[in-house]
């Protein structure tokens, strides 16, 4: 602290540094030194793409202009992201927010992420233009980013899928046969049951586009629009991850029991009956 | 404001008399900050209230009704012209579409911000510190009256047998406890906290006002369309942001920055979009020593 104290209380050498400005925890900084890398720029990536009229009128099946909205939002808005970390030399982004907004006319994509580099990438060192071309984008946290890298796994980008569906109608006959019976609605059921997958589906071509062998940490949202409840959507995104060393390395984690837990074994308080169900709690 | 001529107010003076100091550190942060070697010593604070003035010199409302005249965009602030593709229009056609940033916003909140800072760093030298940590900010508007509250919070402390800052301003961090400690072990000594709001209006012609509201506009081609005009004011009002707070950073590094986007609609496409980004300004005094390539466990509780 000292040390630290002294280094404010003379002028700065003069620097014409690019000063380093990052959205990681201290925490998450340390951790991605210790894996041999460092935090360059704070980025950012926005697209707010057009939704045609009457794409939320009554219909059935998959609403598929919504779906393609929302993945050209998507894949304009990670364009964007790559452009500023190559802007700022880096060779991947980690730790991306994803903001998705579906509004009735527009659909709005802000991802904003860490743009990373090796340590000793600062230099001209070999592979350093190739990474910088294509930098790979992830939404993993810096803790699961080192332990992916560990086991010889690394991000190259955010697979997305998202699939929009008008929740089918029951003609007023069956509605009326149905509505003292506990059955199950199928139509409902299939109509669910298929967004579902093909959400999924494309997530999992997105991931295979851009060259990943699978997707971790994937998420999985759903449910009716605001604005029209007879439309419901589902989207699912994470991190496709390509295998980068020769085979997978196993982690081999330690088995740790820690000897500081809760576990209260006798209190004092049961002394005097207010504790009937024993010692423990 | 007090009788001796300072800017704060009585009641602060006479606080920062008293003998008995006071914090607004967790004890888990205290006992960091005693094992660190900063003695609390008072609580600070500082305050601003700001009137937004519209109206006033560069404002939008001076520019007049063409995009081609004067205005900020003149004094080298961003701006992006967008001119109507169609050939026949009418008097509520939107012939011509700008994104303004708008730098009478951004200054004003700048001048209240570093105002209220100015005046937490005012208390924390009158009671001698060497820094302030734990700060914690907070920018709201005072109910109905088109006002906004700048309010600063933190613990002032002394660095037990350290120097003072050269110039005497105390340093400031967001970090306190066991997050200051880490950053300090690894290196990183705070200098201030620093943010900047950067403000974009957007002016949507024609084009933009068919997006985004979903009209089946002259020449808009069927299918989902990237609004271009809207994307690039989202992305350029965050590029502001971070180019203001580089301004301050002075070749230093900013450590767990944070971005908050309003967007307000007003009519037709026609929107504000206000970008926040503050963070932790800190300086390189000793080279990195990696910590140990931590061992992965598995808790068995």
Redesign the interface.
């Known amino acids: 602290?000292?040390?630290?104290?002294?280094?404010?209380?003379?002028?700065?050498s003069?620097?014409?540094?690019?000063?380093?400005?990052?959205?990681?925890?201290?925490?998450e900084?340390?951790?991605l030194?210790?894996?041999g890398w460092e935090p360059l720029d704070?980025v950012?990536?926005?697209?707010?793409?057009?939704?045609?009229?009457g794409v939320w009128n009554w219909g059935s099946g998959a609403i598929s202009?919504a779906s393609?909205?929302h993945n050209?939002?998507v894949d304009?808005a990670a364009r964007?992201l790559r452009g500023e970390c190559s802007e700022a030399h880096g060779h991947g982004v980690v730790g991306v927010r994803v903001e998705v907004a579906v509004n009735?006319?527009?659909?709005?994509v802000?991802l904003?992420g860490t743009a990373v580099r090796p340590v000793d990438a600062g230099g001209g060192r070999r592979g350093n233009d190739a990474a910088q071309a294509m930098p790979f984008v992830s939404d993993l946290s810096a803790r699961d980013f080192?332990?992916l890298e560990?086991a010889g796994w690394m991000p190259v980008g955010l697979a997305f899928g998202a699939s929009f569906v008008y929740a089918p109608r029951r003609t007023a006959g069956t509605a009326m046969r149905q509505s003292t019976q506990n059955v199950e609605l199928t139509n409902y059921t299939e109509a669910m049951y298929s967004a579902r997958e093909s959400a999924m589906e494309k997530m999992q071509h997105s991931a295979l586009q851009a060259g990943g062998q699978g997707v971790v940490e994937v998420k999985v949202t759903e449910g009716p629009m605001a604005f029209a409840r007879h439309a419901v959507g589902f989207t699912a995104w994470g991190t496709a991850v390509r295998l980068v060393a020769r085979e997978h390395r196993f982690?081999?984690?330690?088995?740790?029991?820690?000897l500081d837990?809760a576990v209260v074994m006798f209190e004092a308080e049961s002394l005097r009956g207010r504790n009937e169900g024993g010692g423990t709690r | 404001m007090s009788a001796d001529g300072t800017d704060l107010p009585e009641a602060a003076v006479r606080r920062l008399e008293s003998t008995a100091f006071s914090s607004g550190l967790t004890v888990p942060d205290f006992a960091a900050c005693l094992e660190l070697g900063l003695q609390p010593v008072a609580l600070v604070q500082g305050f601003c209230v700001m009137q937004w003035g519209w109206y006033g010199p560069g404002a939008g409302f001076m520019r007049g009704m063409s995009p081609y005249v004067g205005g900020p965009q003149s004094a080298g602030a961003y701006s992006e012209t967008y001119r109507c593709p169609h050939v026949s229009i009418s008097a509520e056609h939107r012939a011509w579409g700008q994104n303004l940033e708008q730098p009478w916003v951004e200054s004003a909140w700048a001048q209240g911000y570093g105002t209220a800072y100015s005046r937490m760093l005012e208390e924390a030298t009158a009671h001698g510190a060497h820094g302030v940590v734990g700060v914690v900010d907070r920018v709201s508007n005072v109910a109905e009256s088109g006002t906004t509250e700048f309010h600063f919070l933190g613990t002032a402390v002394v660095v037990d047998g350290g120097p003072p800052p050269l110039g005497g301003a105390p340093w400031t961090t967001y970090l306190a406890g066991q997050r200051l400690t880490k950053s300090i072990e690894a290196g990183f000594m705070p200098v201030a906290v620093v943010a900047a709001l950067a403000s974009v209006r957007v002016w949507a012609y024609c084009m933009t006002e068919y997006c985004m509201e979903g009209t089946l506009g002259w020449g808009v081609p069927a299918g989902p369309q990237l609004v271009e005009q809207v994307s690039r004011a989202h992305m350029a009002v965050r590029q502001l942001a971070r180019k203001h707070v580089r301004a301050q950073l002075a070749g230093d590094e900013l450590h767990g920055a944070r971005i908050d986007v309003v967007a307000r609609q007003l009519s037709q496409g026609d929107e504000v979009v206000d970008c926040t980004l503050r963070g932790n300004r800190v300086r390189r005094f000793k080279d990195f020593d990696p910590i140990p390539s931590p061992r992965p466990t598995v808790r068995l509780s």
């Open positions: 602290m000292l040390r630290g104290a002294q280094s404010l209380a003379v002028a700065p003069p620097s014409g540094a690019r000063g380093v400005t990052s959205d990681l925890s201290v925490d900084a340390l951790l030194h210790a894996a704070l950012c990536g926005v697209a707010v793409v057009s939704v045609p009229v202009l393609d909205a050209s939002a304009e964007q009735p006319h527009h659909i709005d802000e904003v080192t332990l560990r982690v081999r984690p330690e088995v740790v029991l820690p837990d």
